[in-house]
């Protein structure tokens, strides 16, 4: 009877075990990516596997947590000042990655003036794109936290 019963430590550790292997999996993925898409310069087929499982597996997260109640934001009073501070970081972080990649390729063949137009029309896209993605996820987020609380005030007003 006694080894039926698991002490929590140990479930919360096993827990935190398997969740930090799937974020190095992820993790593992998403530069495999970008080693095959941009060192490489290998076609998309070559990585396709990886990109879906990566995507695939971040969007299972992201509706996972939504539906389960988890709160993506930690805070309540950040608002949509974390939508835009995570857009702007992703628009960078894509606008950097392709300006690399893109003067790695045709650096000696364009003029500075032009990879500053292409960088800033990547930057304003990708933020952009960003923005729209991090505001659905801000906006369902919150539709399903106040769904949980008129829940939860329903089962208090009951008692």
Same mark, same amino acid.
């Not at 080894?3 to 935190?16: F, M, P, S, Y």
């Not at 530069?31 to 087929?45: C, D, H, T």
């Given at each position: 009877?006694?080894?039926?019963?698991?002490?929590?430590?140990?479930?919360?550790?096993?827990?935190?075990?398997?969740?930090?292997? +799937?974020? %190095?999996?992820?993790?593992?993925?998403?530069?495999?990516?970008?080693?095959?898409?941009?060192? /490489?310069?290998?076609?998309?087929?070559? *990585?396709?596997?990886? /990109?879906?499982?990566?995507?695939?597996? =971040? =969007?299972?997260?992201? !509706?996972?947590?939504?539906?389960?109640?988890?709160? &993506?934001?930690?805070?309540?009073?950040?608002?949509?000042?974390?939508?835009? !501070?995570?857009?702007?970081? =992703?628009? $960078?972080?894509? +606008?950097?990655?392709?300006?690399?990649? @893109?003067?790695?390729? *045709?650096?000696?063949?364009?003029?500075?003036?032009?990879? &500053? %137009?292409?960088?800033?029309?990547?930057? !304003? +896209?990708?933020? $952009?794109?960003? /923005? %729209?993605? /991090?505001?659905?996820?801000? *906006? %369902?987020? @919150?539709?399903?936290?106040?769904?949980?609380?008129?829940?939860?005030?329903?089962?208090?007003?009951?008692?």
């Amino acid at each position: 009877m006694r080894e039926l019963i698991q002490d929590e430590r140990t479930v919360a550790q096993k827990r935190k075990i398997a969740s930090e292997t +799937c974020t %190095l999996l992820l993790l593992a993925l998403m530069i495999a990516i970008l080693v095959q898409q941009f060192v /490489f310069n290998v076609s998309f087929s070559h *990585y396709a596997a990886e /990109f879906i499982c990566f995507f695939g597996a =971040c =969007c299972y997260l992201l !509706i996972r947590n939504i539906t389960s109640g988890n709160n &993506l934001y930690s805070r309540k009073n950040i608002g949509i000042k974390i939508v835009l !501070i995570n857009s702007l970081v =992703c628009g $960078a972080t894509i +606008c950097i990655i392709t300006g690399i990649a @893109n003067y790695a390729r *045709y650096g000696d063949n364009a003029t500075p003036s032009i990879w &500053l %137009l292409t960088s800033a029309v990547t930057f !304003i +896209c990708a933020t $952009a794109a960003a /923005f %729209l993605g /991090f505001s659905i996820i801000h *906006y %369902l987020n @919150n539709k399903r936290q106040k769904d949980i609380d008129s829940e939860l005030d329903e089962e208090e007003d009951k008692l």
